[in-house]
């Protein structure tokens, strides 16, 4: 059983630092895109960052600059590190993942539980 797993949410004030982490585990041959989402009250979910296997990443406009999606493939991890934050990025973030379990040769889609963001003095 293949299980991502947010940490790093919480309470930071406007202009703060955040660092998400996305930890991959279970049985598994290869984990390819990684994005991360994030939900605001009553929105859709939307697009935050995203970054292949290879390294390479895109943003959101609102978060360009400001925002870093990195992943450490030896720990099977994502990072998303939000900086200078404003209260308009409070959400649930949500990681979700192209995993390819053992044992198969197809690749699924995985997605974390969801880790708050609150953003408030």
């Known amino acids: 059983q293949v299980q991502l797993v947010e940490s790093g949410g919480g309470l930071v004030q406007p202009g703060g630092s955040l660092r998400l982490s996305c930890a991959a585990s279970?049985?598994?041959?290869?984990?390819?895109?990684m994005e991360w989402y994030r939900q605001r009250p009553g929105n859709q979910g939307a697009l935050v960052a995203a970054?292949?296997?290879?390294?390479?990443?895109k943003y959101a406009d609102s978060v360009k600059g400001r925002f870093t999606i990195s992943r450490n493939n030896a720990k099977n991890t994502v990072y998303l590190q939000m900086s200078s934050l404003k209260p308009e990025a409070a959400a649930v973030y949500y990681c979700?993942?192209?995993?390819?379990?053992?044992?198969?040769?197809?690749?699924?889609?995985?997605w974390g539980q969801g880790t708050q963001v609150t953003v408030s003095s």
């Open positions: 970054i292949t296997s290879g390294g390479s990443t």
């Open positions: 279970g049985s598994f041959s290869s984990i390819n895109d």
């Open positions: 979700r993942g192209d995993i390819i379990p053992t044992g198969s040769v197809y690749e699924y889609d995985y």
